[in-house]
């Protein structure tokens, strides 16, 4: 962490979560919120509760929905200094609900609001010449605005002897799409750490899967990644290294109460002990546990975990096979 903070880039929104499962929002239905969300700002309150210095660009409206998130950030020791507050759009929104076979139906108003109005101020330009590492969200990659943004980050960062850790998040259907195919390459060929979870490794490598992952991981380390940290969801998390080492932790027995939020927490947790100068081994203990820890919460970041509540979970929670 010498070098500066770990910083993301992207939508902060408030999150409203359905209390039955069912179909959508087709009647009236209870629901509990607002929470703080968005995929960045979930990886970045992790990172910063477990004690990593972090820093978060985005933007939100001057209402009730962006304070709770300025105020998680900053609460949980993340440098909020890049967070702009729009005068006029409101914070982004999603509503989420369950339905009885796990999958999610949302209504989002992301980037019709202020998350949408991100932009290159001075005070983003000041945090960016900070940071030490940008971790980069690939479902933003399609996005004007975040990409020249995150694509400035990057190499400013870079240029200072800083690294790129990459959540690929991204489907197939988008790595086919031409440009947010070549800035999915252009940030592959970046980035220090990936982050991959399901068939994202063979995306990444732009290989098929019946390649198997040791074609992909070497084709990733012919890139120049130099670390691969592979979810895996209940079957825990291995992470591969270039000579050779591949280094497996189990994950944690829990009951999932809400699933949203596990990849950015491990992701979180990950990138800030690995920066905290903690051995592979460690770092993947304390991901697979704060990605655990976080689906037996409702809410999309309420079980991030500082240290020490990271510390008591992994004494009292048995590992899985
Ligand atoms: P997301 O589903 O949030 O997009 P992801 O697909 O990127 O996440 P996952 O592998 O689902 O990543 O979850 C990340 C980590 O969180 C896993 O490696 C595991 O350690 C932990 N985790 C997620 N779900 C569970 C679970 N049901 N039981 C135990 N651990 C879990
Ligand atoms: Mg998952």
């Given at each position: 962490d010498a070098l500066g903070p770990t910083l993301c880039i992207g939508e902060i929104l408030a999150e409203i979560v359905a209390t039955t499962t069912g179909n959508g929002f087709l009647e009236p239905v209870p629901m509990i919120g607002p929470y703080p969300s968005g995929a960045p700002a979930i990886f970045i309150d992790q990172a910063g509760r477990i004690g990593g210095a972090a820093a978060m660009v985005g933007a939100v409206g001057d209402d009730d929905f962006g304070r709770v998130n300025i105020a998680r950030l900053k609460r949980d020791g993340v440098d909020v200094s890049g967070i702009h507050t729009d005068p006029t759009l409101p914070t982004g929104t999603a509503f989420v609900r369950y339905r009885p076979d796990g999958a999610r139906d949302f209504v989002f108003n992301m980037?019709?609001?202020?998350?949408?109005?991100?932009a290159w101020t001075d005070a983003v330009d000041a945090v960016c010449t900070r940071a030490g590492h940008l971790h980069v969200m690939g479902t933003l990659l399609g996005h004007q605005t975040i990409w020249e943004m995150t694509e400035r980050a990057a190499t400013m960062i870079k240029a200072r002897g800083g690294t790129i850790s990459l959540d690929p998040n991204l489907r197939k259907e988008l790595r086919g799409d031409p440009q947010t195919g070549s800035r999915f390459a252009q940030m592959v060929g970046m980035a220090d750490l990936l982050l991959p979870s399901g068939d994202e490794l063979y995306l990444a490598a732009d290989l098929p899967p019946e390649a198997g992952e040791e074609a992909a991981l070497a084709r990733l380390f012919d890139l120049g990644v130099k670390e691969v940290a592979i979810k895996r969801g209940a079957d825990g998390a291995t992470c591969a290294l270039p000579d050779g080492s591949r280094i497996h932790g189990a994950a944690f027995a829990v009951t999932e109460l809400d699933p949203t939020g596990a990849g950015d927490c491990f992701g979180g947790a990950y990138v800030a002990c690995r920066r905290l100068g903690m051995p592979v081994q460690q770092a993947l203990t304390y991901a697979n546990a704060a990605g655990a820890r976080n689906v037996t919460f409702r809410g999309p970041m309420e079980g991030a975990g500082t240290r020490t509540e990271l510390n008591d979970f992994i004494s009292n929670t048995k590992r899985l096979a």
């Open positions: 980037w019709t609001s202020a998350a949408g109005a991100l």
